[in-house]
């Protein structure tokens, strides 16, 4: 079996540390996999018994290209996810009606006051690694960064900043053909302190409610899933809600558990079996 493993160009996906292990555990189960940048003019995704989305992170500035290349591919092989989840998956406003407890949003139209909150979080709904996103206690500031993404033509949503994100922290759950493999907590990108690679992510066991509200999301996304990462935050009550449910290109924090990409590699190979 042939894999293709989408990367972006090299600027962009020489972040993804996590390919190598990939691959090895890919192969473990059967699984020739290759490396293949998604905007490749030459690249014959016909060749590929599947093809699997992984760091192909530079789509957030040209999502209607990168959608309508998963269409593209699917018509001349297997695509995980397929086009219509990743379609889906790649604008947030698939929030507002998953039915789940989600972060709190105010989505704003142009001249919309914004709600009184201590501090706000203002985000393109097209968006990943907390691109244009910024985090303000100045009412004001928030609503010029609002105009501004409005201006752009962009989909923007306006959120409490939920401090929980820096003592509990944010827990992504890793899941992989529909089976649970892993948690992790993850260091707070809006917190003005830099990731190490100490503390980037810490394996974590989930706690009851918490997994309660990932098998929630996952029952109301799209079944079929190769990969799925449910990222959880707490409201100040402690209510667990979701901050994103990531069906695109999700990091796997594949090295943060020893069992992780063997399941991953299962649950491809299952899939190919499948067909
Ligand atoms: N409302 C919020 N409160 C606290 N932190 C937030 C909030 N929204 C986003 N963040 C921080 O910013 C990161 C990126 O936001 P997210 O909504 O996951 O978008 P993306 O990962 O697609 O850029 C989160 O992982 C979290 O660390
Ligand atoms: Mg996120």
Redesign the pocket.
Known sequence: MKVAYVTADDTVSRHDDERETALAAWLGAGIEGAPVNWRDPRADWSEFDAVVVRSAWDYIERRDEFVAWAHRVERVTRLFNPAAVLEWNTD?TYLRALGVPT?PTFWPEPGAGLPEWDEY?V?PAV?????D?T?TADRDAAAAHVARLLDEGRTVMV?????S?ELEG?LSLLYFGGRFSHAVR??????GVEATAENRATLRDPDDDQFALAERVLAAVPPDLLYARV?L?RMPDGEPVL??V?LTEPYLFLRDELAAPDLFAEALAEALKAG
């Open positions: 947030k972060v979080v985000k968006s990943a690694g907390a691109r996103t985090r959120q409490p900043y939920l401090p994100v944010e993850r260091h707070p990108m809006l917190s990222d935050v901050m994103e990531e």
